[in-house]
């Protein structure tokens, strides 16, 4: 899926999703949440210019849609993920726990969305090598946000995330190949 990106919006240090994103590709295939080798950490790509098609047309929606700048992935720990979009679905992937999940931010922007009819899902990793975790959380979010609550709509937050963490992970069965430079 390539959706259009907001101009002047660029990555910076975040390699975020050269770690969490699995790619099972002829040239490339890396297990979900290692990061890839060809990612420089906290510089990005050197095999940009002949990186797959995948990693050109991938991009969160930090890169697509109107959010602040201390919501750049490897700044938030969440990756808000673009798949499910069309389905008015928003998947809030949460890498690490910061200081933004218990942000008025965080709640102002998740209320925005409900209050536009977009259903909210939570999602974490699990170990290296494996699917992630997501559940839908609208109906368990909104009633902290009908009270205009953010402590409880965080309590609700991080209640979600625990209970998510204790998935029964399922292995994605990627055997790492990294072939991009022949
Ligand atoms: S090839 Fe480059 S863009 Fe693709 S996952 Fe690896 S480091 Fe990221
Ligand atoms: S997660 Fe988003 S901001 Fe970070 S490198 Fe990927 S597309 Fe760029």
Same mark, same amino acid.
């Given at each position: 899926?390539?959706?259009?990106?907001?101009?002047?919006?660029? &990555?910076?240090?975040?390699?975020?999703?050269?770690?969490?994103?699995?790619?099972?590709?002829?040239?490339?295939?890396?297990?979900?949440?290692?990061? &890839?080798?060809?990612?420089?950490?906290?510089?990005? &790509?050197?095999?940009?210019?002949?990186?797959?098609?995948?990693?050109?047309?991938?991009? &969160?929606?930090?890169?697509v849609i109107e959010l602040s700048d201390e919501w750049r992935p490897?700044?938030?720990?969440?990756?808000?993920?673009?798949?499910? !979009?069309e389905d008015g679905v928003i998947t809030l992937f949460v890498v690490r726990r910061t200081e933004?999940?218990?942000?008025?931010?965080?709640?102002?922007?998740?209320?925005?969305?409900?209050?536009?009819?977009?259903?909210?899902?939570?999602?974490?990793?699990?170990?290296?090598?494996?699917?992630?975790?997501?559940?839908?959380?609208?109906?368990?979010?909104?009633?902290? !946000?009908?009270?205009?609550?953010?402590?409880?709509?965080?309590?609700?937050?991080?209640?979600?995330?625990?209970?998510?963490?204790?998935?029964?992970?399922?292995?994605?069965? !990627?055997?790492?190949?990294?072939?991009?430079?022949?």
């Amino acid at each position: 899926m390539s959706l259009p990106l907001l101009p002047g919006r660029e &990555c910076g240090g975040c390699v975020e999703c050269c770690r969490v994103i699995p790619l099972d590709l002829p040239e490339l295939a890396k297990p979900t949440g290692e990061l &890839c080798a060809y990612c420089v950490d906290g510089a990005g &790509c050197r095999v940009h210019a002949i990186r797959p098609q995948t990693c050109r047309t991938w991009f &969160c929606l930090w890169r697509v849609i109107e959010l602040s700048d201390e919501w750049r992935p490897d700044r938030s720990g969440i990756v808000v993920r673009p798949d499910g !979009i069309e389905d008015g679905v928003i998947t809030l992937f949460v890498v690490r726990r910061t200081e933004m999940l218990a942000s008025p931010e965080l709640f102002g922007v998740v209320a925005g969305w409900l209050a536009e009819g977009i259903e909210v899902a939570l999602s974490v990793p699990g170990p290296v090598g494996s699917y992630p975790a997501r559940a839908v959380v609208t109906d368990w979010l909104r009633p902290a !946000i009908e009270a205009g609550d953010p402590a409880a709509f965080a309590e609700r937050v991080i209640r979600s995330l625990d209970r998510l963490a204790q998935h029964d992970w399922q292995a994605d069965g !990627i055997t790492a190949r990294y072939a991009v430079e022949g």
